[in-house]
Each structure stands twice: as structure tokens, then as C-alpha cells.
Nanobody, 119 residues
Framework: QVQLVESGGGLVQPGGSLRVSCAAS????????MSWVRQAPGKGLEWVLS???????YYADSVKGRFAISRDNAKNTLYLEMNNLKPEDTALYYC?????????????WGQGTQVTVSS
């Protein structure tokens, strides 16, 4: 069964860095586009980044230059590297799998990991 499990969230000070992970199982990981989506308090879902197996990456303007997505296909793991964190980055971060042949039609989600940016 498809399963996505995020981990690595926590409390970090503004300007700090954090890496969160998503362990995937139940499917051929390298066949799918993977994305990070977040939900800030009181706000709706916001797409953040997407990665394809070829290395192509897409970013939301709000995180470009600060966040990076990567994947270790051998470990079936997706990563989100966050640098120069801002309070507005505080959110529940989800990894999501796109439907085959799509980049942003998300069909599976993890439980999310909380990232809180505060001094």
C-alpha cells in the first residue's frame, strides 16, 4: 500500500535551517513526481516545490533561493532542505505523490510534519 511518512520537523529560529524527510513505500518511487505542500495556520494548502527523477525542480516564488528539494531513490526518500527560515514558513509540511503523467495532481499524502519558525 502506498505510504508516505514525513519526519524531521521542529522548532527553529528565524534564519535557521532544517531538513525534513519523507519515507515512501508501496510504489516505485522513482517513477513518480514528488512534491512538498504546506499549510500555515489559518491558511489553505500551498504548493512549495516539486521534483522529478531527472532532477528537474519547480519552486514556489515564496521559497525560491531558500528551499531545495532532493530525493534519494535508493532509499525511497524525499527531502526538503530549508534555509534562511522565516516566521511565515511556519506550517505543517506534507509530501505528496503526483498522479502518473502529472506534476501537480496529488493523489497520496503523508501525515505531515510541523515546522515552527520562532525566536
Amino acid at each position: 500500500q502506498v505510504q508516505l511518512v514525513e519526519s524531521g520537523g521542529g522548532l527553529v529560529q528565524p534564519g535557521g535551517s532544517l531538513r525534513v524527510s519523507c519515507a515512501a513505500s508501496g510504489f516505485t518511487f522513482n517513477s513518480y513526481y514528488m512534491s512538498w505542500v504546506r499549510q500555515a495556520p489559518g491558511k489553505g494548502l500551498e504548493w512549495v516545490l516539486s521534483s522529478v527523477s531527472s532532477g528537474t525542480t519547480y519552486y514556489a516564488d515564496s521559497v525560491k533561493g531558500r528551499f531545495a528539494i532532493s530525493r534519494d531513490n535508493a532509499k525511497n526518500t524525499l527531502y526538503l532542505e530549508m534555509n534562511n527560515l522565516k516566521p511565515e514558513d511556519t506550517a505543517l509540511y506534507y509530501c505528496a505523490r503526483a498522479r502518473l503523467g502529472t506534476m501537480d495532481r496529488f493523489e497520496y499524502w503523508g501525515q505531515g510534519t510541523q515546522v515552527t519558525v520562532s525566536s
